[in-house]
Nanobody, 128 residues
Framework: QVQLVQSGGGLVQAGGSLRLSCLAS????????IAWFRQTPGKDRVFAAAAAVGWNGERHYYADSVEGRYTISRDNSKRTVYLQINNLEPEDTAVYYCAATRTFEVATMTWITQYSHWGQGTQVTVSS
């Protein structure tokens, strides 16, 4: 069973960049697709990006709202998935969560219920 530990985040000025990390321990890392969600107070977690593994290799997916500014990457040797966020906007302020699943499907990749394991969350605050 995989456990996810997040790092990164913090307070950043608008226009800046940061990188979030999601370190997986336990389980067979290569079998898990990893996604990033973000959550603002009073709202549900919203899908941001995913690094999916499957028969056709690794594929990356992004929510339309973050395409072009968010980049997800995966380092299997370090058992870590990263989320690079560039040109930060105040609207990026949220708690970010990484999540893992062995049953990734594009049709349901935005669904919270698809993911069986979650990181602890990390706060990103963007000041204007």
């Amino acid at each position: 069973q995989v456990q996810l530990v997040q790092s990164g985040g913090g307070l950043v000025q608008a226009g800046g960049s940061l990188r979030l990390s999601c370190l997986a321990s336990g389980g067979t890392f290569s079998e898990y697709s990893i996604a990033w969600f973000r959550q603002t107070p009073g709202k549900d977690r919203v899908f941001a990006a995913a690094a999916a593994v499957g028969w056709n290799g690794e594929r990356h997916y992004y929510a339309d709202s973050v395409e072009g500014r968010y980049t997800i990457s995966r380092d299997n040797s370090k058992r870590t998935v990263y989320l690079q966020i560039n040109n930060l906007e105040p609207e990026d302020t949220a708690v970010y969560y990484c999540a893992a699943t062995r049953t990734f499907e594009v049709a349901t990749m935005t669904w919270i219920t698809q993911y069986s394991h979650w990181g602890q969350g990390t706060q990103v605050t963007v000041s204007s």
